[in-house]
């Protein structure tokens, strides 16, 4: 390591003198490369970390559906009444009051209302019967901001296949995720 202890130079007010005095310290040009360095490790760090963010929301996404998938089927088998008409109503009840068709309390709060991890979700009920029963639904996950929170849409419907696309909304068409 370069010198810790550099020489400083003083000047005596009285005679003009200069004198040398040892002080222990770090000079301008040693803090400059320490920073330089940080900075360099920084600047490869942070696209590193942006891309496992992105892959983490997206796996998030993918098990988001998967959750919602297993919760259409269990709500239908349980009140049978078709599947729900929003996702608010597989989410929590409201002030500890127990589950319903309303509130049936099979996904978390913050999936209900449609934003999680970086990805938006949205739910529409199909196939609408004569009893006034939903025997399908469909359903897209979508990046927050694309690029940025994820690369992939999804998509899903009755069928609980999840299906993937990188150029759009993804529909039904589109490839299946491996799973």
């Known amino acids: 390591m370069m010198g810790v202890c550099a ?8 005679k003009g003198a200069t004198l040398r005095k040892n002080a222990c310290g770090f000079s301008l040009i040693e803090l400059l490369i320490v920073v330089a360095i940080i900075l360099i490790i920084t600047a490869i760090a942070i696209p590193n970390f942006m891309r496992s963010r992105m892959a983490a929301n997206q796996a998030s996404a993918v098990q988001s559906l ?17 599947f729900s008409s929003t996702l608010a109503q597989l989410g929590p009840p409201t002030g500890g009051a127990a589950p319903s068709k309303s509130s049936a309390d099979l996904i978390d709060g913050v999936l209900a209302a449609g934003d999680k991890s970086g990805y938006s979700y949205v739910y529409s009920p199909a196939l609408l019967d004569a009893s006034g029963f939903y025997n399908g639904y469909v359903l897209n996950g979508d990046p927050t901001v694309p690029g940025s929170t994820g690369t992939a849409y999804y998509f899903t419907d009755q ?18 995720v491996a799973q």
């Open 159 to 176: 069928t609980g296949v999840i299906r993937a696309s990188i150029s759009g909304p993804a529909t039904a068409s589109d490839s299946p």
């Open 66 to 82: 998967r959750v919602i998938n297993t919760a259409e089927v269990t709500y239908s088998s349980t009140y049978q009444v078709g």
């Open 7 to 14: 020489m400083r130079f003083e000047t005596r007010a009285r």
